[in-house]
């Protein structure tokens, strides 16, 4: 149980252009879900808490226009990266967490902006 | 600002122990002390936690000193597999509250010599 999934694994996209990710929790329901960023040999950093039907708190320097989070239902949140550049490539991943309060992670999605 | 501190490498050879310290000589009452790994592009992995006694699980064994200053993560017979980033975070106890969040630090990388 408590599985989390991530669409897409992987992506590249065009400098200036959007991209969606989605994070979904297969086996529970999540009311609060979290997206990270990490960067090549560096760990994860805490981006935004999302809650279902509220909006997104972000962590002090994530642009929240720059990465859109939405979390519309209790098993689905998708993070937006708004005008892509080359700069925002990196892994993202995200997390869920359950009625056991405890956080289950998604395997991530590695993002490349040409 | 993550409140651990762990050696940033570690080697160990295959079949044999792996001990991996993680200070946090600053924890409070209320704070679990918590164990992930990442492999290389994965999201990170649930291994153990504990509050102030020793843990066991299939996975490994979680080792907290009686002031809870420091904890000892114990993969009993490291293979391969084992080589991975692991990260020892505190976590408060109250549940769904909004510090309630896993903050990552750099982690220890462990590599399984064979």
């Known amino acids: 149980g408590a599985v989390v999934s991530q669409h897409p694994s992987w992506v590249i996209c065009k400098s200036g252009t959007s991209v969606k990710i989605e994070c979904r929790s297969l086996?529970?329901?999540?009311?609060?879900m979290f997206w990270y960023r990490q960067f090549p040999k560096q760990s994860l950093m805490l981006m935004a808490t999302s809650n279902e039907g509220s909006k997104a708190t972000y962590e002090q320097g994530v642009e929240k226009d720059k990465f859109l989070i939405n979390h519309a239902s209790l098993t689905l949140s998708t993070l937006t990266v708004t005008s892509a550049h080359p700069e925002d490539s990196s892994f993202y991943i995200c997390?869920?967490?359950?009625?056991?309060?405890?956080?289950?992670f998604g395997p991530g999605t590695r993002l490349t902006v040409t | 600002d993550a409140k651990t501190t762990q050696p940033p490498s570690m080697d160990c050879a295959e079949g044999r122990a792996a001990n991996l310290p993680c200070n946090h000589s600053?924890?409070?009452?209320?704070?679990?002390v918590y164990w992930y790994r990442q492999i290389h592009s994965q999201g990170p992995q649930y291994i153990i936690h504990g509050l102030k006694n020793n843990e066991t699980n299939e996975m490994a064994s979680l080792i907290i000193t009686e002031d809870r200053k420091s904890s000892t993560l114990i993969l009993p017979h490291a293979t391969l597999r084992d080589t991975a980033v692991y990260y020892c975070?505190?976590?408060?106890?109250?549940?769904?509250?909004?510090?309630?969040?896993?903050?990552f630090g750099t982690g220890t990388l462990l590599a399984v010599q064979p």
């Open positions: 086996d529970f329901q999540a009311t609060t």
């Open positions: 600053t924890i409070s009452g209320n704070e679990y």
């Open positions: 975070i505190v976590r408060p106890m109250n549940y769904g509250g909004a510090t309630n969040k896993l903050i």
């Open positions: 997390s869920a967490r359950g009625h056991d309060y405890e956080q289950y």
